[in-house]
C-alpha cells in the first residue's frame, strides 16, 4: 500500500465528511431548532456560530478540494490532460467545478443570507417577537439558498461514489 495516498484520502475523506456533515447538522438540525426561539436568542446564538463557523467552513473546503485535486492528479489516474476526456477525468471534473461553486455558495450567498437573520432591525423584523413578515421573509431566503447548496453536495458525494467504481 502506498501510505501517501493513504494520508492524503484519510484526510479527504475526514474533511469531506466535516464540510458535508456539518452542513446537513445546520440545515436539519440547528437552524430549524434555533428558529423555536425568540429572536434575540437566535440573533445571539446566530452571530455566535456564525462567528466561530465561517472560518472553520472557509479553510475546510480549501482544504477538501486542495487534497481532492491532489488525489485525482499527483496521487491518482489524471495524468495529462487527456486523462480529463475519459469517464473518471468528466466525473473528476464534475465534483471539482461542483465544489469550488458549492464553496462560494456556502461562503458568498448563503452566509450573508444567515447573517441577515441577526443584523436585520427589529422594525424590519417584524412585530410578535420577531415571527412578522420580515423574519418570515428572510428564513425563507436562508431556506431556499440552503436548498441549492444541498444540491452541490449531492453533485459532488454521487461523483465520489461514481470515481470509487472507476467511472
Ligand atoms: C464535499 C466534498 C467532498 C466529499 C464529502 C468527498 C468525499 C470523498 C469520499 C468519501 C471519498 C472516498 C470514496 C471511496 O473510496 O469510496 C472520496 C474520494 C475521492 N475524492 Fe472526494 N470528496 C469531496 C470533494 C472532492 C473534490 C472537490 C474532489 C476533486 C476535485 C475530490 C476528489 C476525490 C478523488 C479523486 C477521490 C478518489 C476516488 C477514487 O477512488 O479513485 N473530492 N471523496
Known amino acids: 500500500m502506498d501510505w501517501l495516498?493513504?494520508?492524503?484520502?484519510?484526510l479527504h475523506v475526514l474533511l469531506g465528511i466535516f464540510w458535508f456533515g456539518s452542513t446537513l447538522y445546520l440545515d436539519f438540525v440547528l437552524i430549524p431548532a434555533l428558529m423555536t426561539l425568540p429572536l434575540g436568542e437566535q440573533r445571539r446564538a446566530g452571530a455566535a456560530i456564525g462567528a466561530r463557523a465561517v472560518p472553520i467552513f472557509t479553510g475546510v473546503a480549501v482544504a477538501v478540494i486542495v487534497l481532492g485535486i491532489l488525489?485525482?492528479?499527483v496521487f491518482g489516474q489524471i495524468k495529462s490532460l487527456d486523462a480529463l476526456g475519459t469517464q473518471y477525468g468528466v466525473?473528476?471534473?464534475v465534483a471539482l467545478v461542483a465544489a469550488v461553486a458549492t464553496a462560494y455558495w456556502g461562503l458568498r450567498i448563503l452566509t450573508p443570507a444567515v447573517k441577515k437573520l441577526y443584523t436585520i432591525?427589529?422594525?424590519?423584523a417584524g412585530a410578535a417577537g420577531g415571527q412578522g413578515p420580515g423574519i418570515a421573509?428572510?428564513?425563507a431566503d436562508i431556506r431556499r439558498?440552503?436548498?441549492i447548496e444541498l444540491l452541490g453536495f449531492f453533485?459532488?458525494?454521487?461523483?465520489m461514489i461514481l470515481m470509487r467504481f472507476g467511472l
Open 5 to 10: 495516498v493513504f494520508g492524503v484520502q484519510w
Open 71 to 73: 488525489r485525482g492528479t
Open 91 to 93: 466525473t473528476w471534473l
Open 121 to 124: 432591525p427589529e422594525s424590519e
Open 137 to 139: 421573509a428572510v428564513v
Open 145 to 147: 439558498k440552503g436548498q
Open 155 to 159: 453533485v459532488i458525494f454521487t461523483c
